[in-house]
């Protein structure tokens, strides 16, 4: 320490202060530094919104030269990438990002002080939410300004809202990633799951336009169920099932946080 | 060594295993309130599990930690605990104050972050990412961490690593007067002269068992001895009442290990009881190797 040490007649006697910090603080904290922590990443920016709005950019608007009718590929692109790309800042702030703070032992510094969990990972999910919105926001611009898509403000609003709710299944399904595989090896797992599933749930292409036993595999897919949510808000489904869709991202919400919860218990953060 | 009444931290029998790794073996460890106390002992002695123990981010597998009377794991031990351990890597991406406001953050009577940076002498780096800071940098962005709460009882788990002579020198004369203000304080190290100028009480741990514990003067005393090794046919026990012998271990190879003060006088005394010892290699003994000398025999028992 190159200044001199400081005279403790300076310091406050030690805190036996049980009174509680303001929880709402924390929680308003802990979100901001951990979306200006993400904004600062470049690699992440480039992953969630760099890729889905570059090929929004190379296929939403250079095919909607080519559509007709009120649901062209630019409308239809427009959610389902917006949905890529929420998912995939999800997938990627908890399975690669907790997995790395885990592994250098951050996780454990977090925990030997009073902050609630609940504020460090609702923290990330609101994180999460934040960026996926910006997707959203960029790619609307492109969207109204390069290819003409009007949208209602209450469809913008239900796109928004699909976007924001639906990406909590996967941050819990990035939490069991992170606490099962070394965190080297997290970010490679996550586009291994992230970019095959992307497509086979249809946020790529219409699961129409797929070769059959795709169309069989999508509805287990738990990326198609948010992909037709945001579709269906859209008016880009013929018979909406909203209900059907919520139903099946509330089971899998639950199944991947029952095992997020297991790989946390056994993971080496409690031994 | 029963829980006194000034006590913040005990761990009672306390025996931890990581898979079949023991990792502490029958521990008991008592921390005595406006003390400091070092953990010192070779890696893998199990200095950094009886921090997180007491810090309750691990349940004992056997055995009872306490802090502050109660469980470690409730956040009100652990809003009166700050604690530095040895992270690899801190998100880079925030600057020095940002980390700090937010852990700030969670108690309810932090210091003002001033006065941290200042503690931590990190003013002229306030406002510079982790990612950009020196190693010593990072490692007193991390003891500022533990001190924003205003702690009353410290944990810092091998503090000064990385950090040149200079600033280990001033790391040290904060220590003392965070001591001074009456907070108690446990720092692990490996290293005898970080345990001797800074702790009161010195606790020698090998392989997760206590092998010695005293003041740093009994402690260095006891490090400062020899090692003799020969072939003897005198029995451990009369082996231990040499004059200068102060431990005596007898393998099963018929080899017997002294730990003497006084080497010479041992040495003297050794050969007019038994002429035929053979073998006789003197060394002086490391702390590490006067500890381990006798922890090989199971001798752990506590020697202050």
């Not at chain 1, 928004?160 to 099962?180: H, S």
């Not at chain 2, 200095?47 to 794991?73: C, E, H, N, S, Y």
């Not at chain 2, 965070?178 to 304080?185: F, T, V």
């Not at chain 2, 009442?241 to 005596?248: F, M």
Request: charged share 15%; net charge positive.
């Amino acid at each position: 320490m190159s200044t001199a040490a400081l005279s403790t007649a300076t310091l406050p006697a030690p805190s036996a202060d049980q009174a509680h910090a303001s929880i709402a603080r924390i929680y308003v904290l802990e979100t901001k530094y951990e979306f200006l922590k993400l904004l600062r990443l470049p690699h992440y920016l480039v992953g969630t919104l760099g890729f889905p709005v570059m090929f929004y950019v190379l296929f939403g608007v250079t095919l909607a030269q080519k559509s007709d009718g009120p649901i062209g590929a630019a409308e239809y692109l427009l959610a389902s990438y917006c949905i890529f790309g929420v998912v995939t800042a999800a997938l990627f702030a908890f399975g690669a990002g907790v997995a790395v703070e885990r592994a250098q032992g951050w996780m454990t510094l977090k925990r030997a002080t009073p902050m609630p969990v609940s504020a460090y990972l609702g923290a990330k999910i609101v994180a999460s939410m934040c960026f996926g919105t910006i997707t959203l926001l960029l790619m609307g611009l492109c969207a109204v300004t390069m290819a003409h898509v009007r949208f209602p403000v209450s469809v913008w609003l239900t796109l928004w809202g699909v976007m924001a709710i639906g990406c909590i299944p996967f941050c819990l399904a990035g939490l069991i990633i992170a606490f099962t595989v070394p965190p080297t090896g997290a970010p490679g797992i996550v586009n291994l799951i992230n970019l095959p599933l992307s497509f086979a749930g249809g946020l790529w292409f219409p699961v129409a336009m797929m070769p059959r036993f795709l169309q069989v595999i999508a509805p287990w897919v738990p990326q198609y169920h948010l992909g037709q949510l945001a579709l269906g808000a859209i008016g880009a489904v013929d018979e909406p099932k909203p209900l059907h869709h919520v139903a099946a991202l509330v089971a899998y919400a639950v199944i991947f946080g029952a095992l997020a919860w297991r790989a946390y218990r056994r993971s080496d953060v409690n031994q | 060594m029963p829980a006194s009444q000034t006590s913040v931290a005990t761990l009672n029998n306390v025996t931890h295993r990581y898979g079949s790794i023991e990792a502490l073996s029958d521990v008991t460890f008592d921390l005595e309130a406006g003390q400091v106390t070092a953990l010192l002992g070779p890696n893998g002695a199990g200095k950094t599990t009886i921090v997180r123990l007491l810090a309750g981010l691990a349940r004992p597998t056997k055995g009872r930690a306490v802090l502050f009377g109660g469980d470690p794991q409730s956040v009100e031990s652990r809003r009166r605990l700050g604690v530095m351990l040895q992270v690899a890597r801190v998100p880079e991406t925030l600057t020095v104050s940002e980390h700090i406001t937010l852990f700030s953050s969670y108690y309810p009577s932090p210091l003002p972050l001033q006065t941290v940076l200042r503690l931590a002498g990190l003013e002229s780096v306030a406002d510079r990412r982790y990612g950009k800071l020196s190693g010593g940098q990072q490692q007193r962005t991390l003891f500022a961490l533990a001190m924003c709460g205003n702690p009353g009882l410290l944990f810092l788990d091998e503090p000064t690593v990385g950090m040149d002579v200079e600033s280990r020198r001033q790391f040290w004369s904060t220590i003392r007067e965070l001591a001074a203000s009456g907070r108690s304080i446990l720092l692990t190290t490996h290293y005898l002269e970080e345990a001797d100028a800074l702790a009161t009480r010195i606790v020698v741990l090998n392989r997760g068992r206590v092998i010695a514990e005293g003041t740093p003067a009994t402690i260095k005393q006891q490090a400062a001895g020899r090692q003799i090794r020969c072939r003897t046919h005198l029995t451990e026990a009369a082996l231990a009442l040499l004059p200068g012998v102060q431990r005596a271990a007898l393998d099963a190879g018929g080899y017997a290990t002294l730990m003497a003060a006084d080497s010479d006088r041992a040495l003297r005394a050794l050969l007019a009881a038994d002429e035929s010892a053979s073998d006789i290699e003197i060394r002086s003994a490391g702390l590490e190797e006067a500890f381990l000398a006798l922890t090989a025999a199971d001798q752990a028992s506590a020697v202050a």
